[in-house]
């Protein structure tokens, strides 16, 4: 049996998932109606030039950029990124904390780079964070700020002379941040900027420029496609070191000058996260069935909600169900295994379509739970 949602119930859009996020329609329209004259045209000339100048200053905009901070653009996403950092950021040793699957993976990276000592690792149980310290002998900070495969936020800081390193893929744009106390402060495009995957954004400090810069000429091995100077220098002049997603650069700038439009900046973004994560986790406290999986409400995101479900009802029906009548991609990472509903809250998800969200979920466990 197929249970069919009524229409009135259902969000308008029904992408919840955390990566890659939903795509506002309007961007799309938008890239519809310029598209025959920007996709296909040479990504070395002013048409696409334009458009990679007009998402690094909307991004300057928007992050308030401190003096001297420059928007450094990779070709490869935020995985490729981590390599980058391991061949051009990291000198001898990084410190990490590990709370989830993308965390650890930054220090599988320079586990596995045989120039670099191993990895100072901290780390704490799914669902939680570790707490952040000095890190002797370490010359780099790496942070996650939010762990989308748990649902758990973590601010960066700074504690000691390293660089502080942030891995905001799923939290820029939705999470308060003090750039000031951050040097390099990257992400990839499809989660909080509603665009498509392949190209990284870093937001670094005059400090990690002069790392970068050094490392360039200490006389490393560094791949030209990894080399972080090679990206610097083709940043500054607006293009990319090899050929980019046009539609990537294109959408991801639409939606940040939607967001300031909308929001007016970073402050008035996360203000609309919290009333959204506020929504959420409220439901899912007032269900007897459900309960948020992050028991520190200070360390529950703002943009991507973990639900835990009790044994009465099995989040797989669910999202079968939910699936079946369009409402896409909310089930719990899959290395967790937890019987968990996981979505994506990001700043292009409407407030109203979280509220629908819950009333299918309370829907379908009235039907599902005898
Ligand atoms: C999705 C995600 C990544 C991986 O991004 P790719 O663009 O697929 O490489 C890395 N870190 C975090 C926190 C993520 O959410």
Redesign the pocket.
Known sequence: MTLTIPPDLLPRDGRFG??PSKVRPEALAALAAVGDTLLGTSHRKPRVKDQVARLRTGLAALFDLPEGYEVLLTV???????ESAAFGLVEQRARHYVF????S??AKATAAAPWLEDPDVIAADPGSRPAASPAPGCDVQAF??????TGVMQSPARLDEALVLV?????AGGLPVDLSAVDVYY?????GFASE????VALVSPAAVARIEHLATSGRYIPTFLDLKTALDNSRKDQTYNTPSVSTIFLAAEQVEWMLASFGGLEGAVEAQRAKAATVYGWAQDRGFAAPFVTDPEARSLV?ATIDLDDTVAADEVNKVLRANGVLDTDAYRKLGRNQLRLGMFPAVDAADLSAYTACVDWIVERLVP
């Open positions: 955390c990566g490869g996403g935020a995985t490729a990124f981590w989830g699957e993308f965390s993976k930054f996650t700020h939010n762990e989308t495969s891995d905001a893929t799923s939290g992400f990839s495009l499809q989660k995957g392949g190209l990284t991507v």
